[in-house]
């Protein structure tokens, strides 16, 4: 079945700095990417995703790139700002599957 | 508000018992998922339904047990509980297979 890993595990970046959290998957036919963030006590909540024609997708200070032919993924989020700091997850699914989730980021915005 | 009910929000109870954890799923959603997450860990895969029927299984254990009914809620049933099954259950929802799915709140199980 699927496995994803991500990296880092933690990370500490500076108030206005950008931050990128990696994802590699293994299932070649998985083709759908989304992006969570879990605030502490919160629920997951998507932020982004991408599908598996588009090779990157942007939302105002967030981004994901997907490169298929290696295998991974990538969140970038510039301009960070205090509320950003939270738990980041990828996951990947290949549509009837559920989504198989990484072992998640805490991000840290130091002001 | 995701619109996935989960109750109860918060579960203490002692080694060797039995619970069950109940989700009602966002509107119009047939998939239902539910998820486990240790302190610090990631949200391990248990269980999918899809419109009533089980659609997949993950690292359930077999002291595990879930069902999805007529009317498209679901429980997960916990039995002979021991200290290591202190966890967040969460129950996600969505309209079908690669689409955004919405997490519940969760449930808190405290085994004790």
């Known amino acids: 079945g699927e496995n994803v890993e991500q990296h880092p595990s933690t990370l500490s970046v500076q108030e206005g700095d950008s931050a990128v959290i990696k994802c590699t998957y293994s299932d070649s036919a998985s083709n759908y990417f989304p992006w969570y963030k879990q605030e502490l006590g919160k629920r997951p909540q998507l932020i982004i995703d991408i599908r598996s024609n588009v090779g990157e997708k942007k939302d105002q200070r967030i981004a994901v790139t997907l490169n298929k032919t290696a295998k991974h993924f990538s969140l970038h989020i510039t301009e960070t700002q205090p509320e950003d700091s939270a738990v980041y997850f990828c996951a990947a699914s290949r549509g009837n599957t559920p989504l198989v989730f990484g072992k998640g980021t805490r991000l840290s915005v130091i002001a | 508000d995701s619109g996935v009910t989960q109750t109860p929000k918060h579960l203490i109870t002692a080694t060797g018992q039995r619970v069950t954890l109940r989700c009602s799923p966002r509107s119009g959603d047939l998939s239902v998922y539910w998820y486990q997450q240790s302190l610090d860990q990631g949200l391990q895969f248990l269980i999918q339904?899809?419109?009533?029927?089980?659609?997949a299984k993950g690292n359930i254990l077999e002291r595990f047990s879930a069902q999805q009914f007529p009317d498209l809620h679901s429980e997960l049933n916990l039995s002979s509980l021991e200290l290591g099954d202190s966890a967040l259950y969460f129950c996600?929802?969505?309209?079908?297979?690669?689409?955004?799915?919405?997490f519940g709140q969760g449930t808190r199980l405290t085994v004790v």
């Open positions: 996600a929802s969505s309209v079908g297979p690669a689409a955004e799915a919405f």
């Open positions: 339904y899809y419109n009533g029927e089980e659609r």
